[in-house]
């Protein structure tokens, strides 16, 4: 894959925050493949934040339904659906490096 254009940058926290509060609206990234025989390739993702068949949830009153992705984020991890394909990919965040056309900052 050659080197995606971009336009203008993005701080890392704001990318994660509006990955967080977008919930499914599809986004577009760049990421580093980390291990395996592909280590160190490009590969472009359109994604939504979360699994891609979410049971259904009672959410009552005052509940907090930020649980899971507070676990995520402290591990790194995020739960990305592949738009179209609807496979269920979890990325490590630190090797996002274009988010929407922008590049990655932090």
């Known amino acids: 894959m050659a080197a995606p254009q971009t336009h203008g940058t993005i701080h890392f ?7 967080a509060e977008g919930g499914p609206t599809p986004f577009r990234i760049v990421y580093v493949i980390g291990q395996g025989k592909n280590k160190g390739q490009l590969r472009e993702y359109n994604a939504w934040y979360g699994a891609p068949n979410p049971k259904a949830k009672n959410v009552g009153a005052g509940s907090d339904n930020t649980g ?16 179209g394909a609807r496979r269920l990919l979890t990325l490590f965040v630190y090797n ?11």
Do not use: C, W, Y
Not at 76 to 81: Q, Y
Not at 96 to 106: E, M, T, W
């Open 68 to 83: 899971h992705r507070k676990l995520h984020i402290e591990s790194g991890t995020l739960p990305f659906t592949e738009f």
């Open 13 to 19: 926290d704001e990318m994660l925050a509006r990955i």
């Open 96 to 106: 996002i490096i274009h988010f929407n056309g922008k590049q990655v900052i932090s």
